[in-house]
């Protein structure tokens, strides 16, 4: 299984995305962002591309989220170790390069790993988020992103 189709919530495009996904039985990410050709799944620019990462606008911003792009490895990797020190050093840069580029202040950056019932990704093929909602003032509220499951209290 290379995506989840559990966790296309409240997206109805994007759950039919991920079922031509699985329907073509390939990884998306590795037909996307790894054979240095325009996405086949994914509708948005390559924001940044090196040897070892892509960065793009994210297809399904979390809820309040005012900016967020994805960050994918040019490899098929599942898990952060399998990735060499080279690829780390990279993505500070392309962390700092696409931070730049959208003149954002501050953002979270998110990486979940691993299976996907555990973490609420939608895609194997190891990636991150990078997310910035807006200022805390009067009447905002925290944004929240899937990270896990817990039972109900
Ligand atoms: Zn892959």
Redesign the pocket.
């Given at each position: 299984m290379q995506v989840n189709t559990a966790h296309a919530v409240g997206s109805p495009e994007y759950l039919e995305m991920l079922e031509r996904i699985e329907r073509d039985k390939v990884?998306p990410?590795?037909v996307d962002f790894?054979q240095d050709k325009p996405p086949t799944y994914h509708p948005n620019q390559i924001l940044l591309g090196t040897k070892w990462w892509v960065a793009t606008p994210s297809v399904r911003k979390y809820k309040g989220a005012v900016k967020q792009f994805l960050f994918v490895p040019k490899t098929?990797v599942l898990e952060p170790w399998q990735l060499p020190e080279e690829a780390w050093a990279n993505l500070q840069f392309v962390i700092r390069e696409v931070t730049k580029m959208e003149n954002m202040p501050a953002a979270a950056f998110l990486m979940r790993f691993g299976d996907t019932d555990y973490t609420g990704a939608s895609v194997v093929?190891l990636h991150a988020n990078l997310i910035m909602g807006v200022s805390r003032e009067e009447g905002t509220e925290p944004l929240l992103a899937y990270i896990g499951y817990q039972k109900p209290e």
């Amino acid at each position: 299984m290379q995506v989840n189709t559990a966790h296309a919530v409240g997206s109805p495009e994007y759950l039919e995305m991920l079922e031509r996904i699985e329907r073509d039985k390939v990884c998306p990410f590795c037909v996307d962002f790894c054979q240095d050709k325009p996405p086949t799944y994914h509708p948005n620019q390559i924001l940044l591309g090196t040897k070892w990462w892509v960065a793009t606008p994210s297809v399904r911003k979390y809820k309040g989220a005012v900016k967020q792009f994805l960050f994918v490895p040019k490899t098929h990797v599942l898990e952060p170790w399998q990735l060499p020190e080279e690829a780390w050093a990279n993505l500070q840069f392309v962390i700092r390069e696409v931070t730049k580029m959208e003149n954002m202040p501050a953002a979270a950056f998110l990486m979940r790993f691993g299976d996907t019932d555990y973490t609420g990704a939608s895609v194997v093929h190891l990636h991150a988020n990078l997310i910035m909602g807006v200022s805390r003032e009067e009447g905002t509220e925290p944004l929240l992103a899937y990270i896990g499951y817990q039972k109900p209290e």
